[in-house]
């Protein structure tokens, strides 16, 4: 017997699946068209992609900004709002490379920076905003 709940999760469920392979796809053409002309990459085990998913989770009672800065929150680039309980996925390095993300209120100030650093994770890892520090 299928419960009206039950039902709701896997359309939930399913719906996640296919976002994950949509940006999978976008991931894979936006590789495969920068790759042209660029040096090879050394071969790596099969489970290690070079690039990682994280689930950025907004576990703060406020709607935030996140944007992009890699190694130092100086240089900023792609920006995403996350409402409170909400959550994103982003793309890092999967390599040992340190990444990070700025996090804003709604009216611009700073809150502070979330740093990570991942090395052939094989699942998909989940950063709190509340774990954010003080920016370099």
Do not use: W
Request: hydrophobic content about 40%; proline content about 6%; some cysteine.
């Amino acid at each position: 017997m299928t419960t009206r709940a039950t039902r709701q999760g896997r359309a939930r469920a399913f719906a996640r699946a296919a976002s994950f392979a949509a940006a999978a796809a976008a991931l894979a053409g936006a590789v495969s068209g920068c790759a042209s002309g660029a040096p090879t990459v050394p071969s790596r085990p099969a489970h290690a992609s070079p690039i990682a998913l994280i689930v950025v989770r907004n576990d703060t009672p406020a709607t935030v900004k996140v944007i992009q800065c890699v190694t130092s929150c100086q240089t900023l680039h792609e920006r995403r709002t996350i409402p409170a309980g909400g959550r994103t996925i982003v793309f890092g390095p999967n390599e040992g490379t340190r990444f990070g993300y700025l996090v804003e209120d709604m009216a611009g100030r700073r809150l502070g920076c979330i740093y990570m650093k991942f090395e052939h994770v094989k699942q998909q890892p989940t950063v709190l905003v509340s774990s954010m520090g003080s920016c370099e």
